[in-house]
């Protein structure tokens, strides 16, 4: 199993960055997938799930409204678009499936 993760960079208060996971080694259409974030010094926050055919979402209160997560599974990749951003948002940011991390992408919101 590989995740691949990118689109990560610095941005200012209020913009935007889509994130981007390529995965390879497994049935991908056949796994919920998991975007989570670490900011220094704190533990994994989980950010957004996905469902197998994509119609189900779940974010926490902290997220929701703000963040997207989508998926095609004919490109194996799942997506992340993050709007209205804040300063609290940056982190790494990973996608997860079954115990799989990937080595994560750094987004950095600041003026």
């Known amino acids: 199993v590989r995740l691949v993760e990118s689109g990560g960079g610095l941005v200012q208060p209020g913009g935007s960055l889509r994130l981007s996971c390529v995965a390879s080694?497994?049935?991908?259409?056949?796994?919920?997938i998991h975007w989570y974030r670490q900011a220094p010094g704190k533990g994994r926050e989980l950010v957004a799930t996905?469902?197998?055919?994509?119609?189900?979402?779940n974010y926490p209160d902290s997220v929701k409204g703000r963040f997207t997560i989508s998926r095609d599974n004919a490109k194996n990749t799942v997506y992340l678009e993050m709007n209205s951003l804040k300063p609290e948002d940056t982190a790494m940011y990973y996608c997860?499936?079954?115990?799989?991390w990937g080595q994560g992408t750094q987004v950095t919101v600041s003026s």
């Open positions: 996905i469902t197998t055919s994509g119609t189900g979402v």
């Open positions: 997860y499936v079954f115990a799989t």
């Open positions: 080694g497994f049935t991908f259409r056949n796994y919920d």
